[in-house]
Antibody
Framework: QVQLVESGGGVVQPGRSLRLSCAAS????????IHWLRQAPGKGLEWVSA????????YYTDSVKGRFTISRDNSIDTLYLQMDSLRPEDTAVYYC?????????????WGRGTLVTVSS | EFVLTQSPGTLSLSPGERATLSCRAS???????LAWYQQRPGQAPRLLIY???TRATGIPDRFSGSGSGTDFTLTISRLEPEDFAVYYC????????FGGGTKVEIK
């Protein structure tokens, strides 16, 4: 079954860190770029970060640059998001999602998401 | 700044009716790099349309996309109960912003 499953969310105080994981199965994980997106409670979708299939290229939205780090381990079909210096405005459901075509970032496969709450 | 504006914010319709959702871009979208997603309550988004008019795998043919340049439309020909959800458009060329969404609710 082709799927993405996120984990690692939870409640964390401002300024602390959290690492999210996304486990892929049912397809050739190493072939495609993969992304993190988020959705604040009651809000719309926001792209957060992307990593190329070979980890050479990494991209971030401006609001997380210098605080978040994306990485992947193709040997175990897993994507990560290291989130440091967390802020209340980072509170959201975080989704991992796949894009099929290099440079064309529409997302054909999504995980169910993991909730990150940043609060004191 | 590239902005996608979706309208209306909420669409109240009955099952069996036709839904027409609009997505307007602040700048012309090249090569029709426009996608539509459906998000049911408590679920992840689901890709419906890419390339402005190409249905994704497994998407019923009651969903259709059209448009070019700055004006795009998602049409649901006959609403089924499972179609009541929030719909987002997304530009995926040089940048990849999402619109604010249109909620299709039961009248």
């Amino acid at each position: 079954q082709v799927q993405l499953v996120e984990s690692g969310g939870g409640v964390v105080q401002p300024g602390r860190s959290l690492r999210l994981s996304c486990a892929a199965s049912g397809y050739s994980f190493r072939t495609y770029a993969i992304h993190w997106l988020r959705q604040a409670p009651g809000k719309g979708l926001e792209w957060v970060s992307a990593i190329s299939s070979d980890s050479i290229y990494k991209y971030y939205t401006d609001s997380v640059k210098g605080r978040f780090t994306i990485s992947r381990d193709n040997s175990i079909d897993t994507l990560y998001l290291q989130m440091d210096s967390l802020r209340p405005e980072d509170t959201a459901v975080y989704y991992c999602a796949r894009s099929l075509i290099r440079g064309l970032w529409y997302f054909d496969l999504w995980g169910r998401g993991t909730l990150v709450t940043v609060s004191s | 700044e590239f902005v996608l504006t979706q309208s209306p914010g909420t669409l109240s319709l009955s099952p069996g009716e036709r839904a027409t959702l609009s997505c307007r871009a602040s700048q012309s979208i090249s090569s029709n790099y426009l996608a539509w997603y459906q998000q049911r309550p408590g679920q992840a988004p689901r890709l419906l349309i890419y390339g402005a008019s190409t249905r994704a795998t497994g998407i019923p043919d009651r969903f259709s996309g059209s448009g070019s340049g700055t004006d795009f439309t998602l049409t649901i020909s006959r609403l089924e109960p499972e179609d009541f959800a929030v719909y987002y458009c997304q530009q995926y060329g040089r940048s990849h912003p999402f619109g604010g969404g249109t909620k299709v609710e039961i009248k």
